[in-house]
């Protein structure tokens, strides 16, 4: 059980273009959902988060209108990097939540996205 | 402000050899503490949690863990390292809020 999955996996695209990361929890509803960027050889470090049907909270530090975040259900969210540059390019990871103060959270596989 | 510290960023064992990974957190509420293990290229699992109850708990993979309220720590331990287990190991704290507090990392290299 608890299940989460980002697609797409790997992604390269050409410098300019709008690129969007989905996350799903395939086996339970996540009233939360969490985007997190990772650097080589480094920790997750957390850009936003996002509860359905209301607007994300962003990091600071973390442009919101460069990393668009929908939470459509409670079962989607949605990241999208928009007009993406080489800067960009990072390791994105979703991660799912019901709620529950002891409940832990559930990771994605996570998105390579590298920008040319 | 609340910390998790993972003292040691790489550690090698040979195959067969017990292992620890050393986590300590800082002072505060009663900490919610979890393990989770990264592949390369890969999202986060579920090791094992603590939110109260036995300070020694089970996880996946024969993994265990201990709460050490005086120590301020919650140590990975495993009796037996098999090649798969060759990963990143994140260490975890929330204090009654929904964000993670992520230690740095612990890179675990098995030798053949």
């Known amino acids: 059980g608890a299940v989460v999955s980002q697609h797409p996996s790997w992604v390269i695209c050409k410098s300019g273009t709008s690129v969007k990361i989905e996350c799903r929890s395939l086996?339970?509803?996540?009233?939360?959902m969490f985007w997190y960027r990772q650097f080589p050889k480094q920790s997750l470090m957390l850009m936003a988060t996002s509860n359905e049907g209301s607007k994300a909270t962003y990091e600071q530090g973390v442009e919101k209108d460069k990393f668009l975040i929908n939470h459509a259900s409670l079962t989607l969210s949605t990241l999208t990097v928009t007009s993406a540059h080489p800067e960009d390019s990072s390791f994105y990871i979703c991660s799912a939540w019901t709620g529950g103060s002891n409940q832990p959270q559930h990771f994605g596989d996570g998105t390579r996205l590298s920008i040319l | 402000a609340q910390s998790v510290t993972q003292p040691d960023i790489h550690i090698t064992v040979s195959e067969g050899a017990s292992l620890e990974l050393r986590c300590n957190y800082s002072?505060?509420?009663?900490?919610?503490l979890f393990w989770y293990v990264q592949s390369p290229g890969q999202g986060l699992q579920l090791l094992l949690k603590?939110?109260?109850?036995?300070?020694l708990v089970q996880g996946i993979k024969g993994f265990e863990a201990e709460f050490k309220r005086s120590q301020s720590s919650f140590n990975l331990r495993k009796p037996s390292v098999h090649w798969s287990d060759a990963a990143e190991y994140f260490c975890v704290r929330t204090s009654g809020t929904y964000k993670y507090i992520f230690g740095t990392g612990t890179r675990l290299k098995v030798l053949a």
């Open positions: 002072y505060g509420a009663t900490p919610y």
């Open positions: 603590y939110f109260s109850g036995d300070t």
């Open positions: 086996d339970f509803q996540a009233t939360t």
